[in-house]
């Protein structure tokens, strides 16, 4: 009986041993697995944090090329503004050259320089029919036809 007795507590020492084993076999993976979930969670904190430094840095540039964007577009706006005044003040001239009976016809690509009247004052820098602002437009006009 004492073999018996013996032989039951052997039994039993050599499952705990056993399962004493696997219980370290699972802690030393758990401990490995907790190393990677750590070095996962250091990993995903830089790259978000990489990430609301480049989100921070694309909505500056995106700001900055908004800004740009409306700048460019005020002027084109006066561009456009400006471009209306003339056309509007060459049909007016053309208008004021049919009541007088001298239309002339100009070709694309010629420069529009409009007859100095007959009795002409003391001349100035500014012309009475073009400012210095409009030969400009019209050159710039003439550039781009011909560039097209």
């Known amino acids: 009986m004492e073999n018996m007795l013996n032989l039951i507590i052997i039994t ?11 219980l370290n076999y699972r802690l030393s ?9 750590l070095k996962a969670s250091a990993s995903f904190r830089q790259i978000s944090q990489n990430a609301e430094r480049v989100l921070t840095q694309l909505q500056k540039s995106t700001g900055m090329l908004t800004d740009q964007l409306r700048e460019e577009m005020n002027k084109a ?6 471009l209306a005044l003339v056309l509007d003040k060459t049909a007016h001239n053309k208008i004021f050259e049919e009541k007088k ?8 690509s010629e420069t529009f320089i409009p007859p100095k009247p007959k009795n ?3 001349s100035s820098s500014i012309d009475l029919y073009q400012s ?3 030969k400009e437009l ?3 006009l003439k550039r781009l036809r011909e560039g097209a």
């Open 101 to 108: 009976g001298t239309t002339t016809f100009y070709t694309p």
């Open 132 to 134: 210095e602002a409009e």
């Open 120 to 122: 002409t004052l003391p």
């Open 77 to 82: 706006t006066l561009v456009r503004d400006d």
């Open 12 to 22: 039993l020492l050599v499952v705990a041993i056993i399962y004493g084993m696997i």
């Open 29 to 37: 993976n758990f401990k490995e697995t907790k190393k990677e979930i």
């Open 138 to 140: 019209v050159n710039a």
